[in-house]
């Protein structure tokens, strides 16, 4: 075995404690800020420019919902053509109920095959359910050999953005790693440095006896899985080693190649502002009799932990139409300033935050985290299969008190509101009465003070003073000007609403 | 584990696999709302790219032009060539001008025609062969791979590739330098062009490999700053030929 460094004892390198406690660090930390505004900067505008050039992209949107709405409406009949081709073809397809079944189907592979180094391309699944620790505490090598991934494994850390896996870490920092790796001082400089990991690495791809990918789509009419990529990694692994095992999340399915053109044309423009990611493969099966190169033998791992959870549930089954882009944490107001470590789990930004207790069925723990957004939807804007993300928080916000973990300050509050609120003399007098109250605290037009109930929200931002004189006060005569002049538009408004909620009505998600 | 070990342990391993697909399938049929899972195809009413996007297509000349620009946008050289010999006089100087000492060379017809062994005597240049013991070895240790592209996809700046007896995976992947030969004829506008074509092989007969490339391998995972050439071939050649 090399001198690889592993993540950190534990499992995955993930940072305990708070969402608050996590982000308190992150926020702390200049270069991360900094790396994280500027990647997530750059991606976005990728994306939008992307979009643009491909025109017509509410439409795709539109489309790429549609497909993926009726895969997963009939993910069984899909999944078993996709498990059918794919064994036709000549893969071992091995179904695993939980994350513990997916490594333990791995490492019987892996010991029946007596293999001692596995080489892996990125797999945020891999990630999920562990399998580098797994495959360590068995005594066999496991090798990241995506260049962000390969770094943040030497660091022992999880990665912090589902696309640019070690966007937190500076050059400095990387040429450290490198250079222990190498067991001699290499230079700061970016070539330098991804020329070792290139010699490094392909000494390992050329060594190893399992190579391990992801997988970006299956499809199922020809049982093919498909894997897109930058680097050449994911081809190395699937194409040298003797054994390939691809790790498939069971809602990975497209039905048709068909299909495949949308989702090329979503996820790459969508996750890096990419037409088409500088590889896009699809493999099917082991290598024909005859082939020169390719595995002799292909496993596929096809795995649930926690996915079928979400289907039949109305609120949250659209969270298998995800395509894994990173758009949502690109456009994400509280992923841009704390990064995806303050997330503390495998996914990070909108999207971990709803998948993330979804997958572990225990809103209680991961809590926090649904309660550290600003539910602006930008997520949902910048999905390109419509995922209504921040809805879903409001979902999971809902269920966290439906389930009794209530604030007992923001219950009282609430009651007391809905007291005042319920008539207009008991609200006009609290009002009276508050702003009289407020005087010693107000400053410049703003309360500061970190005094009681306040302080849960003047700790981080200041609340405005109450008006002097209330909007209900003047509200007679403002509806006196509205009349005059917006009666013609009312109706207009009123259609277009409606054509937005018909929008967001999922269609078809019964129908056969 | 002895071959027949194995052999006996692969047939454990399917026999479990279908007892845990039925398990499987079972329990997303029920989450569905169905008794059984579904047997019969579902009507797919939205298959495929948009209508409007399925209409689009361009002349040949503005296929080459597309693919050409995005191929060099990516970071690629294209160049347009006449004719085949025309390619083959271009890889044997590409070849001396980047002081290669050896190529790889998938088993073409067109490609063996250039008689490349011919026009580079003092350079290895190996023909792609499944029976070569050390193939993998020697494409990893190769300077150029030449490899010729099924399909092209102009809209995307695309190359396919596919895998067989006489087409390595490895020699599109390994070399330093890719230099793929497309006959214009394979160019078309966008890869819902020829995409299905892939369902219609009959599954037996599907390449184990289908590989769109798309400019040379690149990573942006060290502060963001674009590296070439980090795991595949940082430098690509498209000769787009006719």
Known sequence: MSGTVRRSAGGSGVVRGSVKERARIALKDDFLRGAVRYTTEKLRGGRKAAALEQGRWEEWRERGRSIRLHTIAHLDYYLKQFADNARTGGAHVHFAASGADAVRITLDIARSAGARTVVKSKSMLSEEVHINEALEAAGIESVETDLGEYIIQLAGEAPSHIIIPAIHKNRAQIAELLSKEAGAQLPPDTKALAGFARRRLREKFLSADIGMTGCNFAVAETGSIVVFENEGNARMVSTVPRIHIALMGMERIVPTWEDLEVMATLLPRSATGQKLTVYM????????????????????????NGRSLQLGDPEFQDLLHCIRCGACLNACPVYRHIGGHAYGSTYSGPIGAVLTPALNRNVAEWDDIANASSLCGACWEACPVKIPLHDML??????????????????????????????????????????????????????????????????????????????????????????????PKKAEALQKLERFARSRQPEGRDSQ | MTTSDREQWLERLYRQSLQDEAAFLQNIARRLGRAEPLAEPPRHPFRGAPDFWRE??????????????????????????????????????????????????QNEPELLLWRLDEALPDHDVLVWAADRPGRLEAAAKADIGVVMAEYAAAHTGS???????DKGRSVSLLPDVLVAVVPVERLHTKMGDFLGRFAEMARERMPAGIHFISGPSRSADIENDLTIGVHGPGVVHALLVG
């Not at chain 1, 493969?281 to 096809?302: K, Q």
């Not at chain 1, 923001?410 to 508050?434: D, H, I, Q, T």
């Not at chain 2, 050289?77 to 000492?101: K, M, S, T």
Request: aromatic residues 6%; glycine residues 10%.
């Open chain 2, 159 to 165: 190359i396919v590739v596919t895998s067989s007896p």
């Open chain 2, 56 to 105: 689009h297509s361009l002349s040949a000349e503005d296929n080459i032009a597309l693919f050409m620009a995005n191929w060099t946008g990516a970071g690629g050289h294209a160049i347009r060539l006449p004719e085949l010999r025309a390619a083959g006089q271009y890889v044997a100087d590409l070849a001396r001008e980047r002081g290669a000492r050896s190529l790889v060379c």
């Open chain 1, 394 to 487: 409001v979902y999971l916000r809902r269920k966290k008190v439906e389930r009794g973990r209530k604030n007992t300050w923001e219950a009282a509050a609430m009651k007391g509101f809905r007291v005042v609120m319920s008539n207009r003399k008991r609200l006009e007098a609290a009002l009276a009465l508050a702003r009289i109250g407020q005087i010693p605290l107000v400053r410049d037009g703003a309360i500061r003070a970190k005094i009681g109930p306040l302080k849960g929200w003047t700790a981080y931002r200041h609340a405005p003073s109450l008006a002097a004189r209330p909007f209900r006060a003047s509200w007679e005569e403002l509806r006196r000007g509205l009349a005059q002049t917006a009666a």
């Open chain 1, 281 to 304: 493969s699809g493999i099917t099966g082991p290598r024909r009799d005859g082939d020169g190169d390719g595995p002799e033998e292909m496993h596929v791992i096809i795995v649930d």
